[in-house]
């Protein structure tokens, strides 16, 4: 399956953004967005099973992304509220199983300015 990431731009802190992730063909995958800052490792940010039931978040954005689920558009959404400095990454999003993510999207960048 190939995924197309989108949605990422310039948001001042406190706002909100949302992201989407679209995939090519209807898919009962594990969807997952992580994201890389600047100089950092890649990092989990949350991921929705293909009933749109079971989410999991990272517990630095708890609270202030969700992850929901179109399955009729194949597609994946990120909403995310009250940005921080600290949000600033390239987000992906990813396709797998039982962590395994084996397909990805190629990345939308997200800039937090103060």
């Known amino acids: 399956v190939q995924l197309q990431a989108s949605g990422g731009g310039l948001v001042q802190a406190g706002g909100s953004l949302r992201l989407s992730c679209a995939a090519s063909?209807?898919?009962?995958?594990?969807m997952g967005w992580f994201r890389q800052a600047p100089g950092k490792e890649r990092e989990f940010v949350g991921s929705?099973?293909?009933?749109?039931?079971?989410?999991d978040y990272a517990d630095s954005v708890k609270g202030r992304f969700t992850i929901t689920r179109d399955s009729a558009k194949n597609t994946v959404y990120l909403q995310m509220n009250s940005l921080k400095l600290e949000d600033t990454a390239v987000y992906y999003c990813?396709?797998?199983?039982?962590?395994?993510?084996?397909?990805w999207g190629q990345g939308t960048l997200v800039t937090v300015s103060s």
């Open positions: 990813a396709a797998g199983y039982d962590g395994m993510y084996t397909y």
């Open positions: 063909r209807r898919n009962t995958y594990v």
């Open positions: 929705i099973r293909w009933s749109g039931s079971n989410r």
